[in-house]
């Protein structure tokens, strides 16, 4: 449990770190042209947000204590192939799902 002025410390430096970074792009860029360099890498960044947010729940899921699951593991390998494939992402999301059912309820 984090102690209370602890906490608020923390939530003190997120808000202004936020704004810090929203005000960077919004504030000081403004509506001026940006370098196209700059566009195409700001492009990916979405893309590269999600694989950060669920590598870690692939590579130690807390449902297994933090304990390396196949299941898991095979539902991600599958649909990072039918992403890659089919570049239909409600497909890919669909066989993910379907495998990691499937390989929960074969595997335990």
């Given amino acids: 449990m984090i102690e209370r002025p602890e906490l608020w410390y923390v939530i003190a430096a997120l808000a202004v770190g936020s704004f810090g970074l929203r005000f960077v792009f919004i504030g000081l860029v403004g509506d ?3 370098p196209e360099w700059l566009l195409r890498h700001l492009r990916f960044t979405a893309v590269a947000i999600l694989p950060a ?4 729940l ?3 899921p807390s449902a297994t204590g933090g304990e390396f699951d196949v299941p898991r593991f095979g539902a991600a390998v599958v649909t990072l192939v039918v ?3 089919t570049r239909q992402t409600l497909t890919a999301i669909l066989c993910g ?3 990691l059912f499937g390989l929960l309820y074969l595997v335990g």
């Fill in 32 to 34: 001026r042209p940006l």
């Fill in 53 to 56: 947010l669920v590598a870690p």
């Fill in 58 to 60: 692939v590579v130690w």
């Fill in 83 to 85: 992403g890659l494939l």
């Fill in 97 to 99: 799902a379907v495998t």
